[in-house]
């Protein structure tokens, strides 16, 4: 089995329909998106309480609480409120199109659909919403990462990373000035399911930083003490 990029965006699928969820989250897989399935609503909830997707494709008719009911939950909570939502329905009536957007979905798909189509949504949302999530190349101060070509280089030369470092450097980069904290980031290089002690981030993180300066050149890397880590906001100034 290909070992999933945990840099890559990270979709949730609410569908009680065991085979159409199949079905999504192998065509999304394909597309190379990290994907999570639920087929309840309260298991849903669960996830997202958890850890935060890139996006969410939530189907309306769910067995305990409904799709809409967990949209509007979303656009309640603070950390959720702009979390891009794909809603799913057999429902085509315009007046209950209009009711699943007000509610705060992003967009509406009437069931039976394309899946080719609702892919396309898929990655003009992400484009809209979080453009560095599916950029080839990243480009903060004099260091350039190139998704495509698996190259990081600073001020013209090429910086040797491991993978693991290469995908640390791409969660840092993509928002200068947030710190992370080390379970997160755990999270998001190793996935939920590493036994990993977090130490092991101090590790990779010291690998990162050794490689990408030399002696005279500013550490875009900062560490904030008992927090965690970050891409340095100032250096892209």
């Known amino acids: 089995m290909r070992q999933k990029d945990q840099t890559a965006p990270r ?11 199949e079905l999504l989250a192998y065509n999304l897989e394909a597309e190379g998106y990290v994907v999570e399935r639920a087929e309840r609503g309260e298991e849903a909830e669960l996830k997202l309480l958890e850890h935060s997707p890139d996006l969410v494709i939530l189907d309306w008719m ?17 950390e959720t409120k ?11 009536e315009e007046n209950e ?3 699943g957007l007000s509610v705060g979905a992003d967009d509406y798909v009437v069931k039976p659909f394309s899946v080719p189509e609702l892919l396309a949504r898929v990655r003009a ?15 903060v101060g004099d260091i350039e990462l190139d998704r495509e070509s698996y190259r990081v280089r600073r001020s013209g030369r090429d910086i040797h ?5 290469f995908r640390l450097l791409d969660h840092l980069i993509q928002k200068p000035g947030r710190v992370f904290t080390r379970a997160q980031l755990l999270d998001a290089i190793w996935g939920l ?3 990993i002690d977090e130490r092991t ?17 500013a550490d875009p890397i900062r560490t904030v003490r008992g927090a965690g880590y970050g891409f340095d906001d100032r250096f892209q100034k």
Do not use: N
Not at 11 to 21: H, P, T, Y
């Open 11 to 21: 979709i949730l699928v609410v569908e009680d329909e065991a085979s159409l969820g």
């Open 62 to 78: 769910l067995p305990d609480i409904s799709g809409i009911e967990i949209c509007r939950r979303l656009r309640a909570r603070e």
């Open 82 to 92: 702009t979390l891009p939502v794909i809603m799913l329905t057999a429902r085509s």
């Open 97 to 99: 199109r209009v009711r």
């Open 125 to 139: 949302l992400l484009r809209r919403i979080s453009p560095e999530r599916i950029a080839s190349r990243l480009s």
């Open 161 to 165: 990373l491991g993978p693991t470092e």
């Open 193 to 195: 399911s590493a036994e």
């Open 201 to 217: 981030v101090d590790v990779h993180i010291g690998r990162l930083r050794k490689a990408l300066s030399r002696a005279t050149e």
